[in-house]
Antibody, heavy 119, light 110 residues
Framework: QVQLVQSGAEVKKPGASVKVSCKASGYTFTNYGINWVRQAPGQGLEWMGWINPYNGNRNYAQNLQGRVTMTTDTSTRIAYMELRSLRSDDTAVYYC????????????WGQGTLVTVSS | QSALTQPASVSGSPGQSITISCTGT?????????VSWFQQHPGKAPKLMIY???NRPSGVSNRFSGSKSGNTASLTISGLQAEDEADYYC??????????FGGGTKLTVL
């Protein structure tokens, strides 16, 4: 069965970086994009960006340009999302979600990773 | 790109039907049939309920249906059940090649 298993919770200080992983199984990794979506406490969902594991193409939300990098390792079937220069308003649950490359919807989601930014 | 507009809350009694609206623009909902709806229970990851405006993934109850008219998409849940109580989010692909979400709607089953 399809699974996206994310890395554990992180606590970071302002200005630091965090790298969240998302290990995929149960499907052909290079046939599906990986999107990253975050949710601040008590708030709605925010799309962060997308990466195509087949060719490395990616697209980031404008408000995160310059601070976020998404990568994939096809040998281990793991997607990564790195966010730099962390601020307190980056505190959120971060989700990965897979998307068929010929489709426009997120059909399976990881369990989420809580990132807390606090001094 | 602004978020899609959803009502903050809706409510209904068991067995009734409710509809949640999702209003976008001619750059997202109005131009693409790529609207999705997600259900999220507290502390859980979102779950896909509807994709491409009106399609249900395998395993999703046929009590859930979606539609679209102009810049507004809608999710209808018929025969409300207690387990339907959750937050619901719409999303759409946009002409900027990004995705945008609605602010979310809290459904209360009375």
């Amino acid at each position: 069965q399809v699974q996206l298993v994310q890395s554990g919770a992180e606590v970071k200080k302002p200005g630091a970086s965090v790298k969240v992983s998302c290990k995929a199984s149960g499907y052909t990794f290079t046939n599906y994009g990986i999107n990253w979506v975050r949710q601040a406490p008590g708030q709605g969902l925010e799309w962060m960006g997308w990466i195509n594991p087949y060719n490395g193409n990616r697209n980031y939300a404008q408000n995160l340009q310059g601070r976020v990098t998404m990568t994939t390792d096809t040998s281990t079937r793991i997607a990564y999302m790195e966010l730099r220069s962390l601020r307190s308003d980056d505190t959120a649950v971060y989700y990965c979600a897979k998307q068929w490359l010929s489709g426009y919807y997120f059909d399976y989601w990881g369990q989420g990773t809580l990132v807390t930014v606090s001094s | 790109q602004s978020a899609l507009t959803q009502p903050a809350s809706v409510s209904g009694s068991p067995g009734q039907s409710i509809t949640i609206s999702c209003t976008g623009t001619s750059s997202d909902v109005g131009v693409y049939n790529y609207v999705s709806w997600f259900q999220q229970h507290p502390g859980k990851a979102p779950k896909l309920m509807i994709y491409d405006v009106s399609n249900r993934p395998s395993g999703v109850s046929n009590r859930f249906s979606g539609s679209k008219s102009g810049n507004t998409a809608s999710l209808t849940i018929s025969g409300l059940q207690a387990e339907d109580e959750a937050d619901y989010y719409c999303s759409s692909y946009t002409s900027s090649s990004i995705w945008v979400f609605g602010g979310g709607t809290k459904l209360t089953v009375l």
